[in-house]
């Protein structure tokens, strides 16, 4: 019923190895974060999803390592290799990401500002085209949507405006505040 020590000692050290892996795939994401401005909640679902992730990879190596058994202090080690990791090796990483991603910055600044201009007067006259071609056709549409007429009507009396409301105030045909009503007989 007990099991080797030897394969006890092999399974902590492959999750002792494991936090530390894990703590290393952890800098990818702090290298993200330094480059590019993140919201509280991008931090929270990158954060959930590498757990989620964390988790799966962990509880995979369980089944693996453990022939089919979890045990507690899977997590134990592989929270112990992880902070191993932050604490010393981590840190140095940290350290050298932050002094290269400031260097990267840098170098993408001075870049971009000799690139803008040039970007500018090439796409320029694109945009302009774009940006009158996008306004007809938006034009097109509104014309199209606010300025319906009524359809010719079978009756005795047609009226020529939307606002029904002002016609029948109006009194007998003619202009009365911008409407237009008109009388028109069927021959018979």
């Known amino acids: ?15 002792l190895a494991m936090g530390a892996v894990l703590g290393l795939c952890y ?3 702090r290298v ?7 919201p509280t909640v991008m931090v929270f679902i990158e954060d959930t999803l590498f757990f989620a992730g964390c988790g799966l990879v962990s509880f995979i190596l369980a089944l693996w390592v453990g022939i089919g058994y979890f045990r507690i202090y899977y997590i134990v080690f592989e929270a112990i290799g992880a902070s191993l990791y932050f604490l010393t090796l981590g840190r140095l990483i940290n350290y050298c990401l932050r002094k ?3 260097v990267a910055k840098k ?7 000799k690139i803008k201009p040039k970007a500018a007067v090439l796409f320029m006259p694109i945009g302009k ?11 097109f549409f ?10 010719l009507q079978s ?3 047609m009226l020529y405006n939307n606002n029904i409301d002002s016609i029948e105030n109006s009194g007998e045909g003619g202009v009365v505040g911008g409407v237009i009503k008109a009388k028109i007989r069927k021959k018979t």
């Open 1 to 15: 019923m007990f099991e080797n020590i030897n394969s006890t000692f092999v399974q902590c050290l492959s999750f």
């Open 27 to 29: 800098e990818l994401l």
């Open 32 to 38: 993200l974060r330094m480059l590019f401005r993140h």
């Open 100 to 102: 290269a991603v400031n």
């Open 107 to 113: 170098i993408f600044r001075s870049l971009y500002r």
């Open 129 to 139: 085209k774009v940006k009158g071609l996008f306004s007809n056709i938006a034009e």
């Open 142 to 151: 509104s014309g199209l949507i606010f300025n319906q007429k009524k359809h």
């Open 155 to 157: 009756t005795d009396e």
